[in-house]
Structures are given as C-alpha cells and as structure tokens.
C-alpha cells in the first residue's frame, strides 16, 4: 500500500526556519517526482516545490522561492523542505504528494501543520 | 498561471441524490484535470484523472466529464461518507498544479 507520512510540523516564530520531512512507503521511490502542497486555514491548496525523481529538477513558487529547499533522499524514502524566513503567510497544513509519469499527483500524505506565531 | 474557478462553494444535498460539481479553467488544460476528496484529517483522496477515469478503487457513483476549459463531477446518488470537500486540479503543465477552491457537500 501506497503511503506517505509527513513530520517536522510545528509553531515557529516569525522569521524562524523549520525542516518538513515526508516519509514514502508502498513504492519504488526513486521512480517518482514528489511534491510539496500547502493549504492555509480557510484558503484553498497552493502548489509549493516539486522535486524530479533523481534530484536533477527542481520548482518552486514565487511566494517561496529563495526561502525554501526541497531534496530528496532516495536511499531513505524520503522527501524534505526546509523552511527558512518563516511569515505568517507560511502558516498551513503542508502536504506531500507523490507525481506519476504524467505528473498527476496519485497520493497524499496526510499533511503536517506549520504554524508561524510570536 | 492557470485559475481553477470551482461552483458552487457549498452544496446541500440529500442522500441517495445527484450531485454536479463543476470546474473552470481560465484556459485549457486539455485532460489533464483531477478530482480528489477531503475529509478532515484525512489526506487528499485521488477520485478521477484524466478529466473522466476513475481512480482504483473508487465507487462507479462518481464520475466525470469535460475536457479543455469546462469540467463536471458527478455523484449519482449520494452515500453519507460522500459528504466532504471536493476540488478540483489541473496538471497540464508540471510542475505549475493549481487547484480550484473546492466544493463543500453538506447535508441538506
């Protein structure tokens, strides 16, 4: 069965860092792109970073970009992002998604709650 | 960036009734349009890809329809584990997904 769990959530100050971690399970997890999606309370999901199965390829959106990383490690099944320059707009469930061969995004994790507070 | 627009945000139905979830794009997606489920706490359950094929394991009541800029899900006759929050997502393009808002089904 195919699995994913995120970990690392947590309530950071603002301008704090924060690593997310997204463990696979079920597949082969070199084979797939995987991706990072948030949703904040009361707002709809927003696409964060995507990451290509060997690492070579690597997006994210404009409201994070210069702030976040994602990797991967595929010897470990696992999926990261590591958060720096944390705002309140960062406050959100963070979900990883795994990507299949036409991108779709087939699995979710269950997601990890961030939350940036003083 | 492509806009997903979903209609209505909520929709009160009763049991053992139809359903019609409806999602725009500001341009075309083609195909590549999914439809996933949500219910608190839960992760986003993959329902229908392709704009109209169901995902394994998903019941035949729910189905879709639509291709380019104009999409529908259906759910022929509402269960009570139905009610959730529906969106939709299209990606055309990877690895820039957008989601539409979401539909709410709430119990009329």
């Known amino acids: 069965e195919v699995e994913m769990v995120e970990s690392g959530g947590g309530q950071v100050k603002p301008g704090g860092s924060l690593r997310l971690s997204c463990a696979g399970s079920?597949?082969?997890?070199?084979?797939?792109?995987m991706n990072w999606v948030r949703q904040a309370p009361g707002k709809g999901l927003e696409w964060v970073s995507s990451?290509?199965?060997?690492?070579?390829?690597?997006f994210y959106a404009d409201s994070v970009k210069g702030r976040f990383t994602i990797s991967r490690d595929n010897a470990k099944n696992s999926l990261y992002l590591q958060m720096s320059s944390l705002g309140a707009e960062d406050t959100a469930v963070y979900y990883c998604?795994?990507?299949?061969?036409?991108?779709?995004?087939?699995?979710w994790g269950q997601g990890t709650l961030v939350t940036v507070s003083s | 960036e492509i806009v997903m627009t979903q209609s209505p945000a909520t929709l009160p139905v009763s049991l053992g009734e139809r359903a019609s979830l409806s999602c725009r794009a500001s341009?075309?997606?083609?195909?590549?349009l999914a439809w996933y489920q949500k219910k608190p706490g839960q992760a986003p359950r993959l329902l229908i890809y392709?704009?109209?094929t169901r995902a394994t394991g998903v019941p035949a009541r729910f189905s879709g329809s639509g291709s380019g800029t104009e999409f529908t899900l259906t759910i022929s006759s509402l269960q009570s584990e139905d009610f959730a929050v529906y969106f939709c997502?299209?990606?055309?393009?990877?690895?820039?997904?957008?989601f539409g808002q979401g539909t709410k089904l709430e119990i009329k």
């Open positions: 998604a795994r990507g299949d061969t036409t991108s779709l995004t087939d699995y």
């Open positions: 079920g597949f082969t997890f070199s084979r797939y792109s």
């Open positions: 990451i290509s199965s060997y690492s070579t390829y690597m």
């Open positions: 341009q075309s997606v083609s195909s590549n």
């Open positions: 392709g704009a109209s």
């Open positions: 997502q299209q990606y055309n393009k990877w690895p820039l997904y957008t």
